[in-house]
Every structure is written in structure tokens, then in C-alpha cells.
Antibody, heavy 116, light 110 residues
Framework: QVQLVQSEAEVKNPGASVKVSCKSS????????ITWVRQAPGQGLEWMGR????????EYAQKVQGRVTMSTDTSTSTVYMELRSLRSDDAAVYFC?????????WGQGTVVTVSS | QSVLTQPPSASGTPGQRVTISCSGSTSNIGSNYVFWYHQVPGTAPKLLIH???QRPLGVPDRFSGSKSGTSASLAISGLRSEDEADYYCAAWDDSLSGPVFGGGTKLTVL
């Protein structure tokens, strides 16, 4: 069965970087893009960007452009999302999801806390 | 502020039919498919409706979606206690070249 398994929760200081992983299984990894969506406490869903594991092509939301990098490791079917220069408003649950427009499978979420 | 507009809350009693609206613009709902996700707090969202009105395998036919112009709606009939969750609409936005979401509607089953 399709599964997306994310890395554990992270606590970071303002200004630091965080790298969250999303390991896929149960399907052909290179056949679907992986999208990252975040959810601040008590808030809605916000698209951060996506990566094609097939080509490595990325698209980032304007709000995080310049601070985010998404990458893939096809040998382990894992996608990474690194966010730099963390601010307090980056504190959120970060989800990976399969697909570019239809998000049919989601990871369990990774809590990122930004606190000094 | 979310690009798509949803009412913050909705409610109904068991067995009732409730609808949740989602309003957008010509660059998103008006020219692209609408999706609906539901999320039990503390868990990941789950796909409920795709391509405006299609249910993925396993989603009961109590859930239905529709779209007209720049608006969409989700209808839940035969409301059940386990339907209590947050519901989000989404659509691709041609101006942003990415998906946009509604702010979410918290459904309470009284």
C-alpha cells in the first residue's frame, strides 16, 4: 500500500535551518511529484512547493522562495524539504503529499517548533 | 488570508444534510478542478472529492461535490458523528502556478 513516512519532530532556534524527510513506498517513486504543505497552529493549509522525483524540477511558493530547497534521493525513494533562516511564523506541521494537483496520499506530518 | 473563502464553521444533527461553500475567482475555481479534503485535528488531511465531484475509492456516496462558475460546494447527507472534522477546499491557481486552499470549515455534529 502507498505510504509516505516523515521524519520526527524538530525544535529549532530562530535563524537556524530544518530539513524534513518524506520516504515513499508502495508505488513507483518517480511517477508522482511530491508536494509540501504546511499548517500553522490553528490555521489552514498552505502550499510550499513541489518536486518531481523524475526530473528533479522544483516549483516553490513565493512566500518561501529563496529560503526553501526540495531535493530527492531516488535510491531511497525519499524527498527532503529544507527551510532556512527560520522565523517564528515558520512554526507549523509540515506535510508531504503525493501529487501535483490531486493529493491522494499524505505523510503523517512533522511538527517544527521555532523557539529560542 | 486564504485565497479561497469558506465559512469558518458549520453544524448539523445526525441524519441531516449540510453543505459547505467555497468561493474563489476565475484564476482558480473558475478555470480548474476543485478538490475537498477532510482533516481530523492532529492527523493528516485526506482526499474526499477530486475533479469537482468524484469520490476516491472508499469515500461514501453521502459525500458529494459540485461546482458552478467561481464557487463550489460540498454536501454531506445522512450526517454522522464521525463526520466531525475540518473540511478544506482546494484548486489550482493559474496566477500563482500552484494550488490554493480555503481557510477550512469546522463541522460540528450536534
Amino acid at each position: 500500500q502507498v505510504q509516505l513516512v516523515q521524519s520526527e519532530a524538530e525544535v529549532k532556534n530562530p535563524g537556524a535551518s530544518v530539513k524534513v524527510s518524506c520516504k515513499s513506498s508502495g508505488y513507483t517513486f518517480t511517477s508522482y511529484s511530491i508536494t509540501w504543505v504546511r499548517q500553522a497552529p490553528g490555521q489552514g493549509l498552505e502550499w510550499m512547493g513541489r518536486i518531481s522525483p523524475y526530473s528533479g524540477h522544483t516549483e516553490y511558493a513565493q512566500k518561501v522562495q529563496g529560503r526553501v530547497t526540495m531535493s530527492t534521493d531516488t535510491s531511497t525513494s525519499t524527498v527532503y524539504m529544507e527551510l532556512r533562516s527560520l522565523r517564528s511564523d515558520d512554526a507549523a506541521v509540515y506535510f508531504c503529499a503525493r501529487g501535483e494537483r490531486t493529493f491522494d496520499y499524505w505523510g503523517q506530518g512533522t511538527v517544527v517548533t521555532v523557539s529560542s | 488570508q486564504s485565497v479561497l473563502t469558506q465559512p469558518p464553521s458549520a453544524s448539523g444533527t445526525p441524519g441531516q444534510r449540510v453543505t459547505i461553500s467555497c468561493s474563489g475567482s476565475t484564476s482558480n475555481i473558475g478555470s480548474n478542478y476543485v478538490f475537498w479534503y477532510h482533516q481530523v485535528p492532529g492527523t493528516a488531511p485526506k482526499l474526499l472529492i477530486h475533479v469537482n465531484n468524484q469520490r476516491p475509492l472508499g469515500v461514501p456516496d453521502r459525500f458529494s461535490g459540485s461546482k458552478s462558475g467561481t464557487s463550489a460546494s460540498l454536501a454531506i447527507s445522512g450526517l454522522r458523528s464521525e463526520d466531525e472534522a475540518d473540511y478544506y477546499c482546494a484548486a489550482w491557481d493559474d496566477s500563482l502556478s500552484g494550488p490554493v486552499f480555503g481557510g477550512g470549515t469546522k463541522l460540528t455534529v450536534l
